[in-house]
């Protein structure tokens, strides 16, 4: 009698588990069902700095110094993007005394993961994952994200992997090493539909690249990455000096055709101007 009560028992614990693997975390609401392509931008942090001159710019062309860290999800009814991971969530409600990098401070109050879990999402459901360039302030998270397949670019996987890439940085990325990696070369079409397309901007780093999403009541917008960093660096014709003689002038030149052709809107995300209207997730642009 006792084995048959601990074998019914095994079984009811069984179902219950079976059930729990079926059933949405705790506490996320469910997951987006999209018919359309939707993009929200999150909150990966803030930057403190303030040395314009890096940019080619003056104090005084500068309002705010900072710059604003935002990632970008696409929900797209054939998978989902993410793009740029952001400071680490490590440094979530830290001193900026201890997150220091070199002479800019970084300010962290909520995490990628709970930005995401806000829409419904985790870090499985993540189909791919793209960064703009593989700056440590881009790619704080990408550890967490390794599951997905990585859309990379050859000439920034080099970089990335290379004997003297910054180890902070590299930190951060190192599971991308093992992770499924599709190589994309020139401008790639995420979904083949043309609604979601990695622009190769290259000139910040060798495989710098730009995000595009065609919506269908917001209309095209661009995420430039780092292609600029403050508003006043396109008003005023300015970029950072060392990329003068990079391709970074090409680059600029490329998006500018671009947002014509396409009547899209140019979103600067290290531009805290932008940011702070921005439409913030759980928010969403469609």
């Given at each position: 009698?006792?084995l048959k009560?601990?074998?019914?028992?095994?079984?009811?614990?069984?179902?219950?588990?079976?059930?729990?693997?079926?059933?949405?975390?705790?506490?996320?609401?469910?997951?987006?069902?999209?018919?359309?392509?939707?993009?929200?931008?999150?909150?990966?942090?803030?930057?403190?700095?303030?040395?314009?001159?890096?940019?080619?710019?003056?104090?005084?062309?500068?309002?705010?110094?900072?710059?604003?860290?935002?990632?970008?999800?696409?929900?797209?009814?054939?998978?989902?993007?993410?793009?740029?991971?952001?400071?680490?969530?490590?440094?979530?409600?830290?001193?900026?005394?201890?997150?220091?990098?070199?002479?800019?401070?970084?300010?962290?109050?909520?995490?990628?993961?709970?930005?995401?879990?806000?829409?419904?999402?985790?870090?499985?459901?993540?189909?791919?994952?793209?960064?703009?360039?593989?700056?440590?302030?881009?790619?704080?998270?990408?550890?967490?994200?390794?599951?997905?397949?990585?859309?990379?670019?050859?000439?920034?996987?080099?970089?990335?992997?290379?004997?003297?890439?910054?180890?902070?940085?590299?930190?951060?990325?190192?599971?991308?090493?093992?992770?499924?990696?599709?190589?994309?070369?020139?401008?790639?079409?995420?979904?083949?539909?043309?609604?979601?397309?990695?622009?190769?901007?290259?000139?910040?780093?060798?495989?710098?690249?730009?995000?595009?999403?065609?919506?269908?009541?917001?209309?095209?917008?661009?995420d430039s990455?780092?292609?600029?960093?403050?508003?006043?660096?396109?008003?005023?014709?300015?970029?950072?000096?060392?990329?003068?003689?990079?391709?970074?002038?090409?680059?600029?030149?490329?998006?500018?055709?671009?947002?014509?052709?396409?009547?899209?809107?140019?979103?600067?995300?290290?531009?805290?101007?932008?940011?702070?209207?921005?439409?913030?997730?759980?928010?969403?642009?469609?």
């Amino acid at each position: 009698m006792a084995l048959k009560r601990l074998a019914a028992f095994f079984a009811v614990m069984a179902c219950c588990l079976a059930a729990a693997a079926q059933t949405p975390p705790s506490g996320l609401p469910p997951l987006p069902k999209v018919s359309d392509v939707r993009l929200y931008v999150l909150d990966c942090g803030t930057i403190i700095s303030h040395q314009p001159e890096r940019f080619g710019l003056a104090r005084e062309d500068v309002p705010d110094p900072d710059f604003s860290d935002p990632c970008f999800l696409v929900v797209h009814p054939k998978g989902i993007l993410l793009f740029d991971t952001g400071l680490t969530d490590a440094q979530v409600g830290r001193p900026i005394y201890e997150n220091k990098m070199g002479y800019e401070g970084q300010l962290k109050t909520v995490s990628l993961k709970g930005e995401l879990a806000n829409i419904g999402v985790t870090a499985p459901m993540i189909t791919y994952l793209a960064i703009s360039h593989s700056h440590w302030d881009h790619v704080g998270n990408a550890n967490d994200y390794a599951g997905s397949t990585w859309l990379a670019r050859k000439a920034e996987y080099d970089v990335m992997f290379a004997a003297d890439a910054n180890a902070v940085a590299r930190k951060g990325y190192a599971a991308l090493a093992h992770a499924k990696i599709q190589y994309i070369e020139g401008d790639h079409d995420v979904f083949g539909d043309g609604s979601v397309v990695l622009l190769s901007t290259p000139g910040h780093t060798p495989g710098h690249q730009s995000l595009y999403v065609k919506l269908a009541r917001t209309g095209g917008v661009v995420d430039s990455g780092d292609l600029y960093h403050y508003t006043a660096e396109k008003t005023l014709g300015r970029m950072p000096p060392r990329e003068q003689s990079l391709e970074t002038p090409a680059s600029r030149k490329k998006v500018d055709a671009f947002l014509a052709r396409t009547h899209s809107q140019l979103w600067m995300g290290h531009a805290i101007d932008w940011y702070q209207n921005a439409v913030k997730a759980p928010g969403w642009y469609d």
